[in-house]
């Protein structure tokens, strides 16, 4: 059986493909990855307010220590005891590149086009193959424009693009107006990828102290059914590779993605938490799915059940919500009229 996919010009054994997680936080852990079967592994992200962190920390004592004395400069080494975050994260795409076999692609948290931006450059230079930017930008100022939110992911895709030569997938948020369109002119822009989509941090509230909870929850197999919805509908419209993400939680998750038309399937939850081993779970249900119906290959079923393939698009529109709508029963009525 050949499961291989292309993903924004990576050729990988297989389409699924391990989420931006703490799984990733360490060396030991990415070679556990590769080890269970992943295909690529795309790492924890670097923030955006970490870089940001350094760099003020760096000014203060510059600025302090030069109206002391000229050989202040002398101790700029010793202001960090070891060292930051981000010559850590650096050295981690080094170290993981070297001892793996696997693409391992950088990834990038901000929401400002300036300043951090720089960061996709070194991460080149330490040897990623591919990089992905997560612009986790909630936009809780409601004097912003719906032109101005959507302006800020042209110009941070713009940036990085201009600064690597290579491959860029953008994780976009569902919340846009118009997310075909969004989709289309990140394409046109430059993305490489499209992952869809990000989890997006939802508070919830904790009633004894009166503070707001930012505890995170997993994902659950109903949240595959947005992404699913919009990679059949842009599948066959983009040169962008699709990557879904939401709900990946049994061989059934990643079938419905390739079918719509992903080229990957990110997983995350599951893996935190069955373990890395849960890997092979996906990849031999995968392969028992396809050869029970005889195919041959991966590709036979990419995008079979897309917008552009399937024989009635209208299933995606809104005609199917009638439709839906009338499939209901009120529990309440049924049997007594």
């Known amino acids: 059986m050949d499961l291989s996919t292309r993903y924004m010009g990576l050729t990988l054994k297989h389409p699924i493909v391990v989420s931006s997680c703490p799984l990733s936080d360490s060396l030991a852990g990415i070679k556990t990855l590769e080890d269970s079967g992943a295909s690529a592994v795309v790492l924890h992200s670097l923030f955006e307010e970490q870089i940001r962190r350094e760099n003020d920390a760096f000014d203060f004592f ?3 220590g030069s109206d002391s004395f000229a050989e202040s400069l002398n101790f700029f ?3 960090s005891d070891g060292p930051k975050d981000s010559d ?3 050295n981690k795409i080094r170290k993981a590149v070297e001892s793996t076999d696997i693409p391992i692609i950088g990834s990038l948290n901000g929401i400002t086009n300036s300043g951090w931006i720089d960061y996709a450059k070194l991460i080149q230079d330490a040897g990623a193959h591919a990089l992905e930017l997560n612009i986790y930008f909630l936009p809780t100022d409601i004097s912003l424009t719906a032109q101005e939110i959507e302006q800020r992911y042209f110009e941070i895709l713009k940036a990085v693009k201009k600064a690597v030569t290579i491959p860029v997938a953008v994780k976009l948020s569902p919340f ?6 969004m989709a289309k002119r990140l394409d046109e822009t430059g993305a490489d990828a499209l992952v869809l989509f990000n989890r997006f941090y939802q508070p919830d509230f904790d009633l004894d102290k009166l503070q707001v909870d930012p505890r995170s929850s997993y994902s659950s197999p109903d949240e595959i059914r947005l992404p699913l919805l919009w990679i059949a509908v842009l599948h066959g419209q983009l040169k962008a590779s699709l990557a879904a993400s939401r709900g990946v939680h049994s061989p059934v998750e990643v079938v ?10 990110m997983v995350a939850s599951a893996l935190m938490k069955n373990g890395p081993q849960f890997l092979q779970v996906l990849v031999d249900g995968l392969e028992h799915w396809l050869t029970a119906r005889d195919y041959q290959s991966l590709e036979e079923i990419k995008g079979v059940m897309s917008k552009k393939n399937v024989s009635d698009p209208g299933a995606f529109e809104r005609i199917n919500y009638i439709k839906v709508l009338e499939s209901f029963e009120n529990p309440f009525t049924a049997g007594h009229y």
């Open 62 to 64: 510059l600025e302090s």
């Open 77 to 79: 080494p010793h202001i």
């Open 88 to 90: 850590r994260y650096l």
């Open 176 to 181: 846009f107006s118009a997310i075909g369109n």
């Open 256 to 265: 419905k993605y390739l079918l719509a038309g992903a080229d990957t399937v």
